[in-house]
């Protein structure tokens, strides 16, 4: 996996909680290209190995990469750092990856965003306008002045955003807006966990196929408040290890010379999940079934524990 030495270009704040960055090659040479739902991931600096995955805004050229990142009070790590950047400072990237990716060929797209889930939304809206092929977006959010690029979606003719003030009756009317689904509609979420479990369910309700639905959690979304430590047992390795707040065991098996799978880091793949012997999970993947939850399956990229310990079969 190649990496990118990138200069923070320009930087904006779009909210009081929101920051617009701007990152641009040295020299100005050719950066790598994308497409929507795309994003990179930034090198956190200190002893850990530590990377944080944001959502790339704009459409894909070879000038620069734009992303949008929420300040969490609570976090320990990514988006507190990236707030702390300054104009002209470098940050370690990877190249762009996408797990999101538009479905070719649609009759109709239907993006649904809340919160700061708006950036790869955004970035399939503008590419969407440009092919000019038909969609619909819709943004959620309890405040409008903590919604970013709020105004910009406002002036789309095929957009409705919902600004609830905290009232219930406002909020998105997910089982309205998901009636009657056409055969070749597909269908895009990105959002808080809450908001894409809601919504999931409310399209299978409605009668989406599996096929036609896709989501993805934006960064953030993963750590909570009053997470606390808890110490996992790899079984098969024989290695017990300490999981902090604000890590995951992922992250804590990379940093002691472990080789688990991985891909997307977000809880949206599969590709780390690990079998629990003994312990209680706290799932905040959303890629898991009920079943597989019930019997056992846990995400180490994401997910943690309500038991002071985990024991997993790795």
Known sequence: MSS???KVEKIENLTPRIRRVVLTAPDNKPLP??????????????????????????????DHYEIAVQLDKQSTGGSKWVHSLVEGQYVNVETPKNHFPLVAGADHYLLIAGGIGIT??????RALISSQQAF??????????????????????????WISGGDAAKRFAATTVLANPAANTHLYICGPTEMITSVIQT????????????????????????????????????VSLVVNPGQSLLDVMVEAGLDPMFDCRRGDCGVCV???IDGEADH?????????RANGAFCTCVSRAKTAKLVLDL
């Open 4 to 6: 990118l030495s990138l």
């Open 33 to 62: 290209c994308f497409t929507p739902g795309a994003h990179i991931e930034i090198h956190l600096p200190g002893e850990r190995q530590q990377k944080r995955a944001y959502s790339i805004v704009n459409l894909s050229d070879s």
């Open 120 to 125: 790869p939304m955004l970035s399939m809206a």
């Open 136 to 161: 619909t977006l819709h943004y959620a959010g309890r405040d409008g002045s903590n919604m970013a690029y709020l105004a910009e979606v406002q002036c789309m003719e095929n957009s409705r955003c």
């Open 203 to 238: 399209a299978r309700e409605q009668g989406w196929r599996e096929d036609q639905v896709h989501y993805e959690l934006f960064a953030g979304t993963l750590e909570e408040d009053g997470d606390l430590p808890f110490e996992v047992e790899l079984r098969t390795s024989g």
């Open 274 to 276: 690990a079998q629990i």
């Open 284 to 292: 905040r993947d959303i890629c898991l079934s009920d079943r597989e």
